[in-house]
Every structure is written in C-alpha cells, then in structure tokens.
C-alpha cells in the first residue's frame, strides 16, 4: 500500500493521479498505523512550512515520520520539511537533512516556477534512467542549502538540492506528479526502491 501523507498541505490529488496513472492506487491518511503498515509514504508539496510543523507536531506524527523504516520520498515542501530549519517564519523541521532551507535572494524571477533540468545528478537508484538534460516542474520560493545528502543539483538564481537522499528518506524539490515523463520515471523508481 502507498500512503499520501495528510497533513494539512500538500497536493495530494495531483499525487494520487501520478500514481494511479502508474496503475498504483493509493490512500491519503494521517492515521499512524496505516502510515506504519505502508509500503511506501509520501510526504507532497505545496504549503508553509510553520502551519505544516504545526500540524505534524500536534497529531504526533513529526516522530512518526523519524521512525519511518519503509521508503519515503517528501515533494517540494516535503523535501523541505526534511531539512533541520526553515527561514521560512524560522521554523524547526525534522532534522533528516543536515540543511537549512532558505529563501532565494530577491530577484523579479521568485518564485522559481516552472520547467528546469538537472546541472548534475548522482547513480542514486531514485534518479535511475534520468539524464541531466530532463525538463523537471518546480514551483517555490525557498531552497535547501547544497549537503552531504545531495544527490542531484539544480541552478535557479544559485546551486541547490533538485534531490536529496539518506537511508530510506528521499525527497525532491520539484513536483514529479506534475514533471510529465521524467516525473513518471522517478515515481516508477521511488515504487520500485
């Protein structure tokens, strides 16, 4: 079973789609036994990192996550939330990533939205079959800071995480449910980790 993680953000719809298109069903919970069952869990993107905090701290499933053994992959604000902090209203994540997420320096072209591709990527079994050339959607304003869990890079403004992985964590900043082929792939390798 695949488990979309509720938590008052996120895009789950546009997950749950991706994955159907995949010819995988999936269900969207906050409940912690069938998080703990699943064969995979989903952290997706979209939303504020505090009020996402928040929500997570209350219902307990902040430490839920952390003792997660299956695979997890966090999208976008997922990723972000994986890091130790976020500038984004100063808040503390879960401390997967030893990294700070930050705001992108002010610019005319923040938030980073739309197509890009990958300025260098590793031989993680997550990035499997990509190539550095693949178009990627992104949409956000802030970025994880470059660190030993990097996996694979984009350039937008500067250098920072596209991927990112340690132990069964994985996570991306951009929005593979909504990257066409490319996205497909890396959702048919998360499912096939």
């Given at each position: 079973?695949?488990?979309?993680?509720?938590y008052?953000?996120?895009?789950?719809?546009?997950v749950?789609v991706?994955?159907?298109?995949?010819?995988?069903?999936?269900?969207?919970?906050?409940?912690?036994?069938?998080?703990?069952?699943?064969?995979r869990?989903?952290?997706?993107?979209?939303?504020?990192?505090?009020?996402?905090?928040?929500?997570l701290?209350?219902?307990?499933?902040d430490?839920?996550?952390?003792?997660?053994?299956?695979?997890?992959?966090?999208?976008?604000?997922?990723?972000q939330?994986?890091?130790?902090?976020s500038?984004?209203n100063?808040?503390?994540?879960?401390?997967?990533?030893?990294?700070?997420?930050?705001r992108?320096?002010?610019?005319?072209?923040?938030?980073?939205?739309?197509?890009?591709?990958?300025?260098?990527?590793?031989?993680?079994p997550?990035?499997?079959?990509?190539?550095?050339?693949?178009?990627?959607?992104?949409?956000?304003?802030?970025?994880?800071?470059?660190?030993?869990?990097?996996?694979?890079?984009?350039?937008?403004?500067?250098?920072f995480?596209?991927?990112?992985?340690?132990?069964?964590?994985?996570?991306?900043q951009?929005?593979?449910?909504?990257?066409?082929?490319a996205?497909?792939?890396?959702?048919?390798?998360?499912?096939?980790?």
């Amino acid at each position: 079973m695949i488990a979309i993680l509720k938590y008052n953000s996120g895009n789950t719809m546009s997950v749950q789609v991706a994955l159907r298109r995949l010819g995988h069903d999936s269900v969207v919970t906050s409940d912690p036994e069938i998080l703990l069952k699943s064969d995979r869990v989903i952290i997706p993107g979209v939303g504020e990192a505090r009020s996402a905090m928040s929500h997570l701290r209350e219902r307990g499933l902040d430490s839920l996550i952390l003792s997660l053994k299956q695979p997890v992959l966090g999208i976008c604000l997922g990723l972000q939330l994986m890091c130790s902090r976020s500038e984004e209203n100063d808040t503390e994540c879960l401390g997967i990533f030893d990294a700070v997420v930050r705001r992108f320096p002010p610019d005319e072209r923040v938030p980073h939205m739309g197509w890009n591709n990958f300025e260098s990527l590793s031989g993680t079994p997550l990035l499997k079959g990509l190539e550095p050339d693949d178009d990627l959607y992104y949409v956000h304003s802030y970025y994880a800071e470059l660190n030993s869990d990097t996996k694979a890079i984009c350039n937008y403004i500067l250098p920072f995480p596209a991927a990112m992985q340690r132990d069964n964590f994985h996570a991306v900043q951009f929005h593979p449910e909504k990257s066409a082929e490319a996205g497909a792939r890396l959702l048919k390798n998360f499912l096939e980790l």
